[in-house]
Each structure stands twice: as C-alpha cells, then as structure tokens.
C-alpha cells in the first residue's frame, strides 16, 4: 500500500467553481452567437467583449481554487511536513540508498552509510576524521539518550563501547528502568530524523512526535536544558532546505550536529528548544498511547489541584507496515 500523503483530493468546492466557471463561457458563447432568429441576422458577434468575459471567468475560478487549496491547508497544518517527508522517503528509494526494514515510509528510514555517519569507536583510525565518534561533544558525554531506531544502531553500540550510560527506550531486559523521579543529567541526544536542514537545524521525523514527547519529558525530570546538544545521523539525501521555520509548532525539536557519511555539520540553530511537555497541544489519541503520560498528568492534577489543558482531537498518521517475526522455539 503506498504511503498516505494527506490533503489527498482538492476539496469539492474546487470542482464546482471548476465546473461554473465552464458552465458560464458556455452561457457567454451562446449568448453571443445564438439569440433570437429575428435579430441574428443584424446582430455582429463581439469577439473582444466574449475574449474579456472569459478571462474573467477564468481569473474567479482560479481564485476560488486557490482560496480552496488555502483553506484545505489550514485545516490540516501539517500537509506540508508530510510532502517533505514523502518525498525524502521515495528519494532514498529511488537512489537505492534506503536499507532494511522495509518499508522505509513511515519510519525513520534506515539508509546506506549509516554505520560510517554513526561511527565505531573499535575503527577510529579506518575512518574519517568527520565521524561522530571524534566528536568532542560525544567524547566527553556521560550519559548519552539515542532513539531505538535502525539507522542509530551503531551509536547505540558505540555508546556502550565506551563504557558510556545509555538511555534508550525499550531496553528492559538489560537495562534499569529509570522512573520520573530520578535524578539523572544526559549529557547528550541522539536522535533520527526523515528530514532535516543544515542551515536552520530543523528537523522532522516520522510524524508520530515521539521525540519531542521524550525530549519533554526530560525537560520536565530537569535532565536536559537549553544547553544540551542534539545530534541527527542521516543520509545526505536526507538533507533539505524547504523546511519553513517559520511553520514549526512549539514543540518541534531542532538539532545542533548533523552527521552524514560525508560531513558533520554544526547547524547553529536557533529555532528555541521545547521547554517541556505542551498538555494544551497533546490530543487525547496521543495520550492514550502512552501511559506514562497519562500517570505524569494525574499525578501533576492530583499535586497541583489543577486540571491539565487538553490538546484537539486528531487522526493519528499511520504507522510503517510491520511483517510479524516467527518466534523461535
């Protein structure tokens, strides 16, 4: 099933200007060439005059479609992250760089080079001086929080090399489950990304926002401030410069280091960090979907004696296709 791209079909109200529009030049041929058998035969066809009320026509009706498309836009603000998205996600395809799993839409596509843009302390001297592993910032990193995806494999690895902390979701059966009472200072994020700009350090993901929701609550556990980096591994073909900062949402996370295969970037960004967990922007389907959110938000009402805002209701995007593994026996 091909990924969904959503505004999907121009709204109806396009068609029917599209349909008057044709359905008044008509009017205008026919008044202008037909008319009463006793007058056509003096009356002259005004050829400028039906030239200049098509025009017209077609001027309102190309109005009302633009007027439309503006509408449609605003009724679901982030169509244009999903145009970006999807086309980064057929771009990797098509350059035959996107790597298993499969399908790389709806993930954070995992991608030829990514162990060279992640880095393996063991091979520091076999590779080249840009990688993330040289990096000072990582070098000097206590407690690193990497994302559980594909393509961050290899800095999870050497994370661990290092003899570095690691946090990482979903990591239970080897690691200590950190509750939002503990005290913890993470020195260092790394995070995937779909697409992002080296020029503003914008970044989107997936779509689903649970990197911003992680990144919210480590502000929230007083882990993280303004002043700690975050790092993307991507592929340069990951790599954009139509991200609108102006469009980003008060949560969206911005990247301070882009690593690819070929270059570390420093992007200087400054697009604000997230401050925390925005309640008054988190729909109740996201909510549901994690419970450990929904513990934090009673037990802040229950504390504060104030109920917490609620975002609006929304259609969650749809998630990668999944083959089930056979368990082993």
């Given at each position: 099933m091909p990924p969904l791209v959503f505004p999907a079909v121009p709204p109806l109200p396009l068609c029917l200007a599209a349909r008057a529009s044709r359905r008044a030049r008509l009017a205008v041929a026919s008044a202008a060439a037909g008319?009463?058998?006793?007058?056509s035969a003096s009356a002259s066809f005004d050829a400028a005059a039906f030239e200049a009320e098509r025009l017209r026509l077609d001027a309102a009706a190309r109005d009302a479609m633009a007027s439309g498309a503006a509408t449609a836009a605003e009724a679901d603000p982030r169509a244009w992250k999903w145009a970006i998205r999807k086309?980064?996600?057929d771009t990797l395809e098509v350059e035959g760089v996107a790597r298993d799993p499969r399908p790389i839409h709806h993930r954070i596509p995992n991608f030829d080079g990514a162990p060279a843009a992640a880095d393996a302390v063991s091979a520091l001297a076999l590779l080249p001086p840009h990688s993330l592993g040289r990096l000072e910032v990582f070098q000097n990193s206590q407690c690193v929080k990497v994302n559980p995806d594909s393509p961050q494999k290899q800095v999870r690895f050497l994370t661990l090399s290092a003899s570095q902390v690691i946090e990482l979701a979903f990591s239970a059966k080897y690691g200590k489950p950190i509750g939002l009472d503990e005290r913890i200072k993470v020195d260092l994020i790394v995070i995937g990304s779909v697409a992002v700009d080296p020029s503003t350090g914008a970044r989107l993901g997936k779509g689903e926002g649970f990197a911003e929701l992680e990144?919210?609550?480590l502000?929230?556990?007083g882990a993280i401030d303004d002043s700690t980096m975050i790092v993307t591994t991507v592929h340069d073909k990951q790599l954009v410069d139509d991200i609108p900062v102006e469009k980003l949402l008060i949560h969206d996370v911005p990247v301070d280091i882009i690593c690819t295969p070929t270059q570390v970037i420093f992007t200087k960004t400054k697009i604000p960090k997230p401050q925390g967990i925005y309640w008054e922007k988190l729909s109740p389907e996201k909510l549901g979907q994690i419970r450990i959110l929904r513990e934090l938000k009673k037990?802040?009402?229950?504390?504060?004696?104030?109920i917490l805002?609620?975002?609006?209701s929304e259609k969650l995007p749809p998630t990668a296709q999944r083959t089930r593994r056979r368990r082993r026996r």
């Open positions: 008319g009463s058998s006793s007058s086309r980064v996600w990144y919210g609550m502000r929230y556990m037990r802040i009402e229950q504390e504060t004696g104030t805002p609620s975002g609006p």
